[in-house]
């Protein structure tokens, strides 16, 4: 076999689908996301420094469905994110490399983004 015929690194056709890639490119995905939604708190902290009419515009945005429904996703990167970065904190050390644990950190890292999402709005909700 030549080497013009040889893929030059490994492809995704090469690789059996597993619950790890899935779980590494949505943590990437978060990051990017947590990025975009810092220029949502760069625009907030604008608008606080503005005056009450920019403040109100941005306040009026974040109270509509679209605006509730990106803060509701930013907050689940963020915590998805939280949690795989300590995910991989303990691969950095050298544990949970076995593929059950790592797939099973996975999992939980999903749970637990989910809910602590869902328990943050709880809490925000319950206490305006």
Known sequence: MSTQDRPLSPHLQVYRWQWTMAYSILHRATGVGLGVGTLYLAWWLMALAGGAESFATVSDFSGSLIGRLLLFGWTWALFYHLGNGI??????????????????SGHFNVAFSVVATLALWAIAYAAA
């Open 87 to 104: 995910r991989h904190l303990f691969w950095d050390a050298g544990k949970g490399f076995e593929l059950d644990t790592a797939a099973m």
